[in-house]
T-cell receptor
Framework: QQQVKQSPQSLIVQKGGISIINCAYE??????FPWYQQFPGKGPALLIAIRPDVSEKKEGRFTISFNKSAKQFSLHIMDSQPGDSATYFC????????????FGTGTLLAVQP | GAVVSQHPSRVICKSGTSVKIECRSLDFQATTMFWYRQFPKKSLMLMAT?????????EQGVEKDKFLINHASLTLSTLTVTSAQPEDSSFYICSARVTGFSQPQHFGDGTRLSIL
């Protein structure tokens, strides 16, 4: 119930295309859903995040779509660029004493020029 | 804003050595810091959670005597790998957050630890 399932494991997209990464969770107590971007040899960087009372959030080329009833959320990268090539992790967190993040398994995105 | 600095970025040492990794929040006070371990092409595995001024809480399966965590101030946490062995070689990443609803974790750039 603590797991966050992420797919696909890897993704190849042409420059200018749309990259879509999906995540699903079980624990309805989760109340914060961030996406992180990680380049090789670096720590994850917060990309965008959403709370379950919102169905969509957009920041620049990045959009989170959230389906509370299905317990699913996804990241859409519009007009994908080679510089977007990285590993993307979804995560989920619930409030409480620890505020621990539960990470998905990651998606390696390659945007071809 | 929300910069987390981790030092060193890379360390290579012999078996049996103890290695200390520092994690600093540069522009905010972090009531909670987290330590993760990441294997190649894998996700982040939470090792422990530390709150300023109290003992760290370790995840199941993480040896607290092997991985010593100190969170002495609101801007500094340290992870010491004691008597490091080759199997401790990994990428260690810290994160920090302030208290509050839906406050994000901000990550350092990690430390690549290689034990010979």
């Amino acid at each position: 119930q603590q797991q966050v399932k992420q797919s696909p494991q890897s993704l190849i997209v042409q420059k200018g295309g749309i990259s879509i990464i999906n995540c699903a969770y079980e624990n309805t107590a989760f109340d914060y859903f961030p996406w992180y971007q990680q380049f090789p040899g670096k720590g994850p960087a917060l990309l965008i995040a959403i709370r379950p009372d919102v169905s969509e959030k957009k920041e620049g080329r990045f959009t989170i779509s959230f389906n509370k009833s299905a317990k699913q959320f996804s990241l859409h990268i519009m007009d994908s660029q080679p510089g977007d090539s990285a590993t993307y992790f979804c995560a989920a967190m619930y409030g409480g004493a620890t505020n621990k993040l539960i990470f998905g398994t990651g998606t390696l995105l390659a945007v071809q020029p | 804003g929300a910069v987390v600095s981790q030092h060193p970025s890379r360390v290579i040492c012999k078996s049996g050595t103890s290695v200390k990794i520092e994690c600093r929040s540069l522009d905010f006070q972090a009531t909670t810091m987290f330590w993760y371990r990441q294997f190649p092409k894998k996700s982040l595995m939470l090792m422990a959670t530390s709150n300023e001024g109290s003992k760290a809480t370790y995840e199941q399966g993480v040896e607290k005597d092997k991985f010593l965590i100190n969170h002495a101030s609101l801007t500094l946490s340290t992870l010491t790998v004691t008597s490091a062995q080759p199997e401790d070689s990994s990428f260690y990443i810290c994160s920090a957050r302030v208290t509050g609803f839906s406050q994000p974790q901000h990550f350092g750039d990690g430390t690549r630890l290689s034990i010979l």
